[in-house]
């Protein structure tokens, strides 16, 4: 270490250590919400309120109030009619939403993108300006309409509402045509030669190869959809037809605007699924945001 | 697309069959389309020239328009919205790309870090405002006892409606005049949650852009001599620019709609101190079910956007850099 060329290196390094400074820094400050959710959730009332850091060995007595996941569970309510928590209501609300939101969005998207990618039928570019054109039309634009709608169609309160105006990505379509275009038109020859339908087509070649978009389509809007709070908000009255982010809302504006142990016990049960879900499946996240740029 | 066609019955017959099965593929998404995005267009141009309860009682032309252009409440939820806008724009994407450009100088560990950036962006917008509202609290909130650390007093964050400058200098024993005191930290606080939020969306997005600068730009640059800053300045951003200017295109956009955050952290207040105009349409419609006053101001506000839109494309797309 005498060589006086390693002090080059040496200097370099302390660039360097100011990059990992700031990343680290920054890391942190996109964890650490989650972390004090976590711990605000496992504290007593009393700890809450005074704003105890660490209330647990080895700085404090308590231990940790794991009791507070069944408490708020229970202090969210009970469902009259099915006589389950409310909770769970909830859940399953959230569930059918985004999964029969998932598999239509996933369904329509293949079946249009096929068409724009391989079938020739009159007014093709027409339509595709027409997909198009939807994206300039934004959300905030159509919610009276939609809500007015939702009345006409005797759809306020049920599933329906939450459901069927979502079944429909403009940007499922996209990224699949863009990836249906991409599989090497050889093959598209090639199994039309052997007699192949475009249907079999569809079903034994692009959707296999197309796995990667798929999931991207499906992962995107399984949380953009688990995300939707106004419109449930809007067009459903019951205790039992609330999603989570609108039940999670409501407990904050009632019992867990005091019991804030309570309330980041809620969040964790929220959170915390959605994240280790992530962790499976962030590189379709990030691949898939960075190809299309798409935000939700 | 021409293809070669032997016109025999059976081919033409094939043919035909092909056609209707792809209009058969693009019906579902066409007919959902039709339905949830350009009937509601319509019918929501003809709502905002009704005097709608449940259906169209009166139609009075232009005077729910005429009604907003003469509301100040219109006006200063617009002018929350541009504010915020403004404020949050900037930050959310200087920040996201310096960090970027850090996460670009070949760091270990470079997908953990962009991994943790974008944790925010995936969950659930309800739940981690709940965590930053409780942060926010005022008296011995989380943040108040950290800056307490620093000595900085303790703030009410999302319920202090006066303006941060204001705050920041009246520490000192200076007062501001009226109108200087900057945005409000109300406004401020729920700035810092969305940039919060959407600084590892920006990132991942400035990340791929970057990617795509070709090598031999930067080899080029470090053998003519140019320390780090010039080739930052001269080469990163401006081959950049296509990316930097498509997310402050929708970053924009997004500030317009923002709705689920502030209205589950503020409700638009204190007073109307956070009421953004998504907040302001919300409440003519749920608290005082004006649904074509509510159309109306959507329409207002959409061609605002629209109108900015335009005015970006033409005053950044001439210096936006395509290789």
């Given at each position: 270490m005498n060589n006086p060329r390693a002090q080059l290196p040496a200097r370099l390094d302390v660039g360097r250590i100011l990059i990992y400074a700031v990343l680290i820094l920054g890391a942190l400050i996109s964890v650490i919400p989650f972390l004090y959710m976590l711990l605000t959730s496992l504290k007593t009332y009393g700890s809450v309120v005074v704003d105890n850091f660490w209330p647990w060995p080895p700085f404090g007595t308590e231990a940790f109030q794991w009791s507070n996941y069944p408490l708020a569970i229970e202090t969210i309510g009970m469902d009259k009619n099915w006589h389950i928590p409310l909770f769970f209501r909830y859940l399953m609300n959230s569930v059918i939403m985004s999964g029969v939101i998932v598999v239509g969005t996933v369904v329509t998207s293949i079946l249009a993108a096929y068409t724009f990618a391989y079938i020739d039928i009159p007014g093709k570019n027409f339509f595709f300006i027409l997909v198009l054109a939807t994206l300039m039309i934004p959300n905030d634009l159509t919610l009276v309409p939609k809500v007015v709608m939702v009345y006409n169609f005797k759809w306020y309160n049920t599933y329906q509402a939450l459901t069927l105006p979502f079944l429909v990505s403009v940007f499922g379509i996209f990224l699949m045509r863009q990836f249906f275009m991409q599989i090497p038109r050889d093959l598209y020859d090639a199994a039309r030669i052997d007699g192949a339908s475009h249907l079999r087509y569809l079903a034994s070649v692009v959707v296999p190869i197309s796995q990667p978009a798929v999931m991207t389509v499906a992962l995107l809007n399984f949380i953009w959809s688990l995300d939707n709070f106004r419109w449930p908000l809007l067009v459903t009255r019951d205790e039992n037809m609330r999603v989570l982010a609108v039940g999670l809302q409501q407990f904050w504006v009632g019992d867990g605007s005091t019991q804030t142990q309570l309330l980041m016990a809620f969040a964790s049960m929220i959170v915390v699924p959605v994240l280790i879900f992530y962790f499976f499946t962030q590189k379709n996240f990030t691949e898939g945001i960075a190809k299309t740029g798409i935000k939700g | 697309m021409q293809q070669k066609t032997n016109s025999t019955p059976q081919s033409n017959k094939k043919r035909l069959g092909d056609i209707l099965l792809g209009y058969a593929f693009l019906a579902p998404a066409l007919v959902l389309l039709v339905v949830f995005e350009f009937y509601p267009l319509f019918l929501g141009l003809y709502i905002s020239m009704c005097n709608w309860r449940t259906s169209c009682r009166a139609f009075i032309g232009a005077e729910n328009y005429i009604r907003a252009f003469t509301d100040p409440e219109m006006w200063h939820s617009l002018l929350v919205t541009a504010t915020y806008s403004l404020v949050s724009v900037p930050v959310q994407l200087g920040l996201g790309l310096v960090v970027a450009y850090l996460l670009f100088q070949k760091i270990k560990g470079m997908e953990w870090f962009r991994m943790m950036f974008f944790m925010p962006y995936i969950t659930t917008t309800?739940?981690?405002?709940?965590?930053?509202?409780?942060?926010?609290?005022?008296?011995?909130?989380?943040?108040?006892?950290?800056?307490?650390?620093?000595?900085?007093?303790?703030?009410?964050?999302?319920?202090?409606?006066?303006?941060?400058?204001?705050?920041?200098?009246?520490?000192?024993?200076?007062?501001?005049?009226?109108?200087?005191?900057?945005?409000?930290?109300?406004?401020?606080?729920?700035?810092?949650?969305?940039?919060?939020?959407?600084?590892?969306?920006?990132?991942?997005?400035?990340?791929?852009?970057?990617?795509?600068?070709?090598?031999?730009?930067?080899?080029?640059?470090?053998?003519?001599?140019?320390?780090?800053?010039?080739?930052?300045?001269?080469?990163?951003?401006?081959?950049?620019?296509?990316?930097?200017?498509?997310?402050?295109?929708?970053?924009?956009?997004?500030?317009?709609?923002?709705?689920?955050?502030?209205?589950?952290?503020?409700?638009?207040?204190?007073?109307?101190?956070?009421?953004?105009?998504?907040?302001?349409?919300?409440?003519?419609?749920?608290?005082?079910?004006?649904?074509?006053y509510s159309a109306a101001i959507s329409f207002i506000v959409f061609i605002i956007i629209l109108l900015l839109t335009i005015l970006q494309n033409k005053v950044a797309g001439e210096r936006v850099v395509y290789e």
């Open positions: - | 309800v739940a981690t405002a709940a965590i930053w509202a409780y942060l926010f609290s005022p008296d011995k909130g989380p943040i108040n006892k950290l800056l307490g650390v620093f000595g900085i007093p303790g703030q009410r964050w999302l319920g202090e409606t006066r303006g941060i400058f204001d705050l920041m200098l009246s520490g000192l024993g200076i007062s501001l005049p009226e109108g200087l005191g900057g945005p409000n930290l109300a406004l401020v606080s729920l700035i810092i949650y969305t940039t919060w939020v959407f600084v590892g969306y920006d990132v991942v997005i400035f990340l791929a852009g970057l990617v795509n600068i070709p090598k031999e730009l930067y080899d080029a640059a470090k053998v003519d001599g140019a320390n780090g800053w010039n080739i930052f300045r001269h080469i990163t951003l401006p081959l950049l620019s296509p990316t930097t200017f498509f997310l402050t295109l929708i970053t924009v956009i997004g500030t317009f709609k923002a709705f689920n955050h502030i209205y589950v952290m503020t409700q638009g207040g204190p007073g109307n101190a956070t009421t953004t105009a998504s907040i302001f349409i919300f409440q003519q419609l749920v608290t005082y079910n004006r649904y074509g």
